[in-house]
């Protein structure tokens, strides 16, 4: 009976860790103009990106997400569209863009544009593992 009992704590172990030690990584690379993302440190998708343009900039540091807005509008750049944006470091955000064509180089006022299907992949692994299990890395 205690081999069971073991057994069962071992199997119950297993199938838990994976939840608990969940991390998801948005790791961006302004050289590059690409964004990595690891789940549980496994990357999974590798994409173009747009950051800080010439006379702005994008912050570089580790951060974790603030907030989610599935829909949102920026106040400060003529209500442009955001969608599925995770703000990290004030009104900096990782977000959907209309501009795919520029994805790859530079182009924003300081954030982190993405295509539009790639952002909601993005926001729904963050909303599924939690802000407190996410993170965003921005290098050089």
């Keep these: 009976m205690k081999i069971f009992g073991i057994i069962v704590a071992f199997f119950a172990f297993v199938v838990a ?4 030690a ?12 690409r964004m990595y ?3 549980n440190g496994v990357t999974k998708y590798k994409w173009a990106v747009s950051t800080g343009r010439a006379g702005y ?15 949102w509008y920026s106040r400060k750049y003529d209500n442009a569209p955001m969608p599925h944006s995770v703000f990290f470091h004030g009104g900096y955000a ?19 544009r993405l295509h ?7 926001y729904s692994l963050i909303r599924k593992y939690g802000m407190g299990n996410s993170r965003v890395v921005v290098t050089r």
């Design 94 to 112: 990782i977000h959907g863009t209309t501009a795919v064509r520029n994805l790859g180089r530079p182009a924003s006022h300081g954030c982190v």
């Design 57 to 71: 900039r994008t912050p570089t540091g580790t951060y974790r997400p603030k907030r989610l807005e599935r829909s």
């Design 17 to 20: 860790a994976p939840a608990m």
């Design 22 to 33: 969940a991390k998801v990584e948005a790791r961006i690379d302004l050289s590059s103009q």
């Design 37 to 39: 993302v690891k789940v």
């Design 116 to 122: 539009p299907s790639n952002a909601a992949k993005l």
